[in-house]
């Protein structure tokens, strides 16, 4: 069979039309097999959604108890029947119950990456190459510019700028699910023990991050109730980027805005933010990690989807590889 | 060289003065000599490299990957310099456990690849990275090393010279590298704040910086060795020294009664740079207020420097003894390393002095005003009266009198009065109370505020700079055209009024910067102060504002009453 007629791009989604299902669906559909928990792919008003059950767990957090009509939770590994074809979830290494989706049938197997990355992270199960037919693979930050640098490394800049400029709140930015508990979690590896101050909208995702182990130290809510700004001299709170320019802001002595973000490579990008301090420090794969990966799958066909598709495209015609952007609409550039 | 590369990254994105220095500062604390001095020399702009033009640069990079990736890239990125450095192949990433599976070779004719050549196929057509396979661990580069392959380049092997130091380099620090061969880091950082870190390492005064500045070299190392308690202050060594200015303070409210008229002198207030010309065995040297050097811009000046002697005095254009010209003719020959004949012609040069520092080998700045200034008016008559005339005393009985004359001046190119103690010697910096300047009234205008973006640091939450417009075109179909934008004028409490009407009449955002409501019947009206204007071929209104302030909100005042372009074109002429 041919590779477009066990998975094609429709305006809901991807959509495989032998299960009779989608993958990460950006309307409401009968049958939504979830790769992970943010919220340009996990959207609320699905039939029936399939994904593992960290995915579950995060989605009724996010979208309530009711965001769909029922759920199965799907073990890393494990293989299922849905309609006619093979599905099964492998670890993608992006955040918290991320997942690739592998869909075989009639001898033909193709593997959606959803979004995934190859460097460590304390805080999810690293991704698992599976050898594949056809690969789906994301493309955020497929250009040779992007290369992400070592996060201890970055995490080591914020806690130098601390150290140099005391009397200023450093307030990361970084995205409520995923990022914000990573960058806790290294600023943890790296010996820093006191209490990291956070945002309300992070408040939920990171208690359930200590509740499946991922330990992250003492979190604080950064309110200032009955102190006064002088409280947050010297302290470090992460917050999603979009409350920076907001008035909840004002309660920080001098903030140094800081945003952990893979777009913080390029200069000009933090500079248009008012970013005073870059953190590379990305969820995606950057150009090394897209390529390999894409070697090692071993697939001879890769179809490329949401970001910069034309130079994932482009290398992989240098080397010999069939390649196609898929044009699936309905995904944030911004998700890092 | 990571470390003066890490302290470019933070430079270029840290908005205040004060942030900025301690980055310096801490920067000159902790790295070693030479390097900090060389850092030094980087920011002030002494390092002397020979450049590399963007085309080298263009040509090196798709020697090493394929010319599609790379444009898509560059198209991505905006600046060469950065792209490259972003783009450059990375010897480590190598080494990574990564096995590639053997790989179909190219279609022939495919770009520049070849899988078989290429240790990194990984780049989509990277060619190997020159020394890294014959030296896979070098030692880390120091910005001494990278200045010194550089400096000893010749034009022939610069191109590889400067390959196998991004060869060598971290991403950071072949940004770095890339700005140094490139010139100009332009990361807003002035000599003068370069200087003030120095100064803030001693701590000393930044005018005993400014003294010694032009008799020391790269590294620096015996001021380094001075400022940190280890050696003695150094021999100021050059010929011609910059001699730190003396500044006045601004009249306030209240000081003239307690001043009398008699122990003061008056002068104009001429609207040009102030400079000082120094002259000295051989050596001539025009300097800015802070010590630059700017005789590369001036040498129909310089070329009349025939003295020995140290002039103090307002550079201007034009004729002295015909006609002086505005700020925007002046401009015309600031900031520029050299100046074409054609551009002396039309607009010359000249010195209007007021103060003599050192008269044939004598230092006059202990002598009383007075006395200083018989000798300039002795010494001005043997001089080139193109290039050199004085500023005239204005006789004056009262305050009241002079304050006609200040509202009124005879010029249009004077901002105002300076008074100078009769008996005060020349001090260095701005002590109280010997000189003080009194600028006429600024001008004033009623625009309309159009663009808000937010600030830094304390104010990082709050929309406090201001671009505003006024109307511009025929009677029914007027538009608002920007003028300028401000960032202060205005007190705390009048900030949170703004910020809070930005947000309530937000029509569009860009990032951090939001544009506003501004119609006839909508919209807030800002008073801006400002000091004068120029003609402006960037800007879509035309012309430029020196010192824009926001002076007063005008809740009160209809949008559809602010001023129109043609009150500022007036000024113009």
């Known amino acids: ?336 | 060289m990571n470390r003066f590369a890490e302290l470019l990254d933070r430079l270029v994105l840290t908005p205040s003065r004060n942030g900025k220095l301690k980055l310096i500062t801490d920067h000159f604390r902790a790295v070693e000599d030479p390097d900090r001095g060389l850092a030094l020399a980087a920011l002030t702009g002494d390092l002397d490299i020979a450049s590399v033009k963007p085309a080298m640069l263009r040509q090196l990079v798709s020697e090493r990957m394929d010319p599609v990736l790379f444009g898509y890239s560059y198209d991505y990125v905006g600046d060469l310099a950065e792209t490259v450095s972003l783009v450059w192949p990375e010897p480590s990433r190598n080494a990574s456990p990564v096995t590639p599976p053997p790989l179909t070779p190219p279609h022939k004719g495919e770009g520049n690849v070849d899988a078989s050549e290429s240790p990194s196929p990984l780049w989509g057509g990277v060619r190997g990275g020159g020394s890294q396979e014959h030296d896979p661990k070098p030692k880390p580069q120091t910005l001494a090393d990278v200045v010194a392959a550089l400096q000893s380049a010749s034009r022939s092997d610069g191109p590889a010279v400067l390959a196998r130091l991004l060869d060598q380099a971290e991403t950071s620090a072949r940004f770095a590298i890339i700005k140094l061969v490139t010139g100009g880091l332009r990361i807003g950082v002035s000599a003068r704040l370069a200087k003030q870190a120095l100064a803030d390492l001693g701590p000393v005064d930044v005018a005993e910086i400014e003294e010694l500045w032009h008799g020391l070299t790269p590294p620096y190392a015996e001021l380094f060795a001075w400022l940190e308690g280890k050696a003695p202050k150094p021999e100021q060594a050059a010929k011609a020294p910059f001699r730190p200015v003396m500044l006045s303070n601004p009249l306030s409210d209240g000081d003239l009664e307690k001043l009398a008229p008699a122990d003061y002198a008056a002068e104009w207030k001429w609207d040009g740079i102030r400079v000082q010309a120094v002259s000295e065995g051989g050596i001539r040297r025009l300097y800015s207020r802070t010590g630059d050097d700017v005789s590369g811009a001036f040498p129909d000046v310089v070329a009349s420097m025939d003295f020995d002697a140290a002039l103090d005095g307002e550079l201007l254009v034009g004729v002295p003894r015909e006609a002086t010209g505005t700020f925007s003719d002046l401009q015309q020959r600031l900031n520029r390393k050299t100046v074409s004949a054609k551009m002396q012609d039309r607009y010359p040069a000249f010195v209007r002095c007021y103060d003599l520092l050192q008269l044939n080998g004598e230092d006059l700045r202990g002598l009383a005003f007075t006395e200083r200034r018989a000798r300039l008016e002795t010494f001005i008559a043997t001089l080139d009266p193109d290039r050199f005339d004085l500023s005239p005393i204005i006789a004056f009985e009262s305050w009241q009198q002079l304050e006609g004359m200040r509202s009124a001046p005879p010029h249009p190119i004077i901002e105002g009065v300076m008074l100078k103690r009769l008996d005060s010697a020349y001090l260095a910096g701005r002590p109280k109370g010997p000189w003080f300047k009194w600028k006429r009234d600024p001008h004033t205008v009623d625009a309309v505020l159009m663009y808000a973006q937010r600030g830094h640091g304390k104010r990082s939450s709050f929309y406090s700079d201001y671009t505003f417009g006024v109307w511009s075109g025929a009677e029914g179909q007027e538009e608002l055209v920007p003028v300028g934008k401000a960032y202060f004028g205005f007190t705390d409490e009048e900030l949170r009024q703004i910020d809070k009407f930005v947000r309530d009449n937000t029509i569009e955002r860009f990032g951090p910067v939001r544009s506003v409501r501004a119609d006839k019947s909508n919209g807030l009206v800002l008073e801006v102060a400002f000091e004068g204007l120029n003609r402006s071929t960037r800007h879509k209104s035309g012309v430029a504002m020196r010192f824009p302030r926001i002076s007063r909100l005008r809740w009160d005042k209809p949008p559809a009453e602010a001023d129109r372009i043609e009150t500022l074109q007036a000024l113009l002429d």
């Open chain 1, 1 to 336: 069979m041919r590779a477009r007629d066990l998975l094609h791009p429709r305006p809901e989604g991807l959509y495989c039309p032998p299960g009779d299902f989608y993958i990460d669906p950006v309307r409401p559909v009968e049958r939504a097999l979830i790769t992970h928990g943010h919220s340009d792919h996990a959207r609320p008003g699905h039939a029936k959604v399939l994904a593992t059950r960290e995915t579950l767990d995060i989605m009724a957090i996010r979208c309530g108890p009711g965001f769909a009509g029922s759920t199965q939770a799907m073990a890393l590994g494990d293989k299922i029947k849905v309609g006619d074809v093979t599905v099964s979830f492998h670890p993608a290494g992006h955040v918290l119950g991320s997942a690739q989706i592998s869909v075989q049938h009639n001898g033909l197997r193709i593997v959606a990456s959803g979004d995934y990355k190859r460097a460590s992270d304390p805080t999810c199960a690293a991704f698992e190459v599976v050898a594949c037919d056809v690969f789906i693979s994301e493309a955020t930050f497929a250009l040779p510019v992007f290369r992400h640098p070592d996060a201890a490394h970055e995490i080591g800049k914020l806690l130098k700028s601390v150290q140099q400029f005391p009397e200023r709140a450093h307030l990361v930015g970084a995205y409520a699910l995923g990022k914000a508990q990573r960058v806790m979690r290294l600023l943890r590896d790296q010996g820093y023990d006191k209490p990291i101050y956070i945002h309300g909208a992070i408040a939920r995702l990171s208690e359930y991050y200590q509740h499946q182990g991922v330990d992250l130290g003492e979190l604080q809510p950064a309110t200032v109730e009955d102190g006064d700004k002088s409280d947050f001299a010297g302290a470090i709170v992460i917050a999603p980027s979009s409350a920076f320019a907001d008035r909840w802001a004002r309660r920080f002595p001098d903030p140094l805005a800081c945003f952990a973000s893979g777009w913080m490579r390029i200069r000009q990008r933090a500079k248009q933010g008012g970013v005073e301090l870059p953190l590379i420090i990305s969820d995606h794969s950057d150009w090394i990690e897209l390529t390999d990966t894409i070697k090692e799958t071993g697939a001879g066909e890769v179809w490329v989807t949401h970001g910069r598709e034309e130079a994932l495209v482009r290398w992989c015609e240098l080397n010999g590889i069939s390649a196609r952007p898929l044009h699936l609409v309905g995904y944030e550039d911004e998700g890092d």
